[in-house]
């Protein structure tokens, strides 16, 4: 025991509290038998994640400690109590103090965005920003699903605001950025030059703003960045995957001061716009695409932009290996996968709960119940993620399958499932995995 407790103490600085908590503190020690020692996990879940991360380190460790060679052998319970932590996790800095203004992609400007129905309010406004910024559209906000031009917009007001004054200090950065910066700035005694910074500037860009929520100081930090920046009429833009009503309650406080200016949405494009962007992206990458081949890409990729501009990266790709012009055969040829993902049928939320189940080794009915054990909430957690960034439920809706939970616990749980991927790799991985699994079983 005093062994086992030893050896997670010397491991907690290289992996951190939070991994210490969600993989080790579950681990029961039985007893330590011929050089080796019995340990419990709550199921195959942790055994694996256990083995994959640090079963090298800790049996290093053990020998040091001991001096002999010790092994590890493993029982695999299911009744003990909750292992997530409890508190929330803090944000690790993965990002050196960097006091420069963000960079802006060449290709996201103004005159290569295609306006259409879709957008049409949300590039008028954007212009109409960098003409007049810090005036009555600020601050701004842009909202809208993966792929459709909310960076590319952002980007864009950075450009144009940087063209009109060259002196102007314009900011892009992403939400994960501004957290990572304001860490590390903690870390190094430097939240004076962070402030500083974030204070001098003219425009301030924030790309998927969504990422600060739960994030609770550096949430409060961004409110106290907004406020100062908004006080004396300097620029604020943010982006989001969601409108603020879509937002839970705890979103919301950070969300509602958006509406004090505009907010537009980006909807998917319509067959028109689509095809009006293949035609200026296929020119601007000098790629001859006959005109029946871009109709039928645009009919047949209408999730997002950005997988109009990978069919079109495959075509290109295609005619410039074989030489020979494209046609609607060749190009339904080239783009079979990528256009069996565009019909894919809605993944039912009953698949997402059996194959979780089975993967985590428990049952559907457990998921759907309300036991709190150790061995039940970590896959209900996930299961429930899993539906609601797999499927177009809304979290009532999501609950409703999950015996009858509360959208406040759906959110939850996506929280805390986000939060973890963002944190650990071969979690991240597994969820990967439990993925295509998932899709696998809708298919067959
Ligand atoms: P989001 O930030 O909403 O996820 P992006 O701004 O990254 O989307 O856009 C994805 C890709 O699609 C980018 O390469 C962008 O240039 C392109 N794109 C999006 N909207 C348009 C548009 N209206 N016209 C031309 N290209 C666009
Ligand atoms: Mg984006």
Not at 194 to 200: D, E, L, V
Not at 251 to 272: M, N, Q, T, Y
Not at 285 to 313: H, M, T, Y
Request: aromatic share 8%; charged share 25%; proline share 4%.
């Amino acid at each position: 025991m005093a062994l086992w407790t030893k050896a997670v103490n010397m491991i907690r600085p290289d992996i951190g509290e939070e991994s210490v908590d969600l993989w080790l503190k579950p681990v029961e020690v039985l007893r330590l038998d011929n050089n080796v020692l019995w340990i419990k996990v709550p199921n195959r879940f942790y055994l694996d994640g256990i083995k994959d991360r640090y079963l090298k380190k800790l049996l290093s460790i053990l020998r040091d400690l001991s001096g002999v060679d010790i092994e590890l052998d493993y029982e695999v319970s299911k009744d003990l109590k909750n292992v997530l932590p409890k508190t929330d996790p803090i944000a690790q800095p993965s990002s050196q103090l960097d006091f420069s203004l963000g960079e802006l992609n060449p290709r996201y400007t103004f005159s290569s965005f295609v306006v259409g129905a879709s957008n049409r309010f949300a590039h008028a406004t954007a212009e109409a920003v960098s003409r007049t910024p810090g005036t009555q559209y600020n601050p701004f906000f842009i909202y809208g699903g993966v792929g459709l031009g909310k960076t590319h917009l952002m980007h864009a007001i950075g450009h144009a605001m940087r063209h009109q004054h060259t002196r102007s200090r314009v900011l892009y950065t992403t939400s994960e950025q501004f957290v990572n910066e304001y860490v590390t700035a903690i870390q190094h005694s430097k939240v004076d030059d962070f402030r500083a910074k974030y204070r001098s500037l003219d425009c301030l860009l924030i790309d998927d703003v969504q990422f600060l929520v739960g994030k609770d100081r550096s949430e409060q930090e961004f409110f106290h960045t907004f406020n100062a920046l908004h006080g004396i009429r300097k620029q604020i833009v943010v982006t989001s995957d969601r409108s603020p009503k879509e937002m839970s309650p705890s979103e919301h406080r950070l969300i509602s001061r958006f509406e004090w200016g505009v907010v537009a949405d980006i909807k998917p494009p319509d067959l028109e716009t689509r095809i009006a962007i293949l035609r200026q992206k296929a020119i601007a990458e000098q790629i001859d695409v006959p005109d029946d081949v871009i109709v039928f890409v645009a009919s047949s990729v209408k999730s997002n932009i950005r997988a109009l501009e990978g069919s079109l990266v495959r075509l290109k790709a295609y005619s410039s290996m074989t030489g020979s012009s494209l046609t609607v055969d060749t190009a339904k040829e080239i783009l079979k996968d990528a256009l069996s993902h565009e019909v894919s049928p809605p993944i039912d939320i009953e698949t997402i709960l059996k194959v979780v189940a089975s993967r985590f080794q428990v049952e559907v009915r457990e998921l759907k119940g309300h036991n709190r054990a150790t061995s039940v909430v970590l896959p209900r957690q996930v299961a429930m993620f899993l539906a609601c960034t797999m499927t177009d439920h809304p979290y009532t809706e999501v609950g409703k399958h999950f015996g009858g939970k509360d959208h406040t616990t759906v959110i939850h749980a996506r929280k805390k499932v986000q939060r973890l991927l963002e944190q650990d790799l071969v979690f991240l991985e597994r969820i990967n995995s439990l993925r295509s699994e998932i899709k696998a079983v809708e298919n067959a």
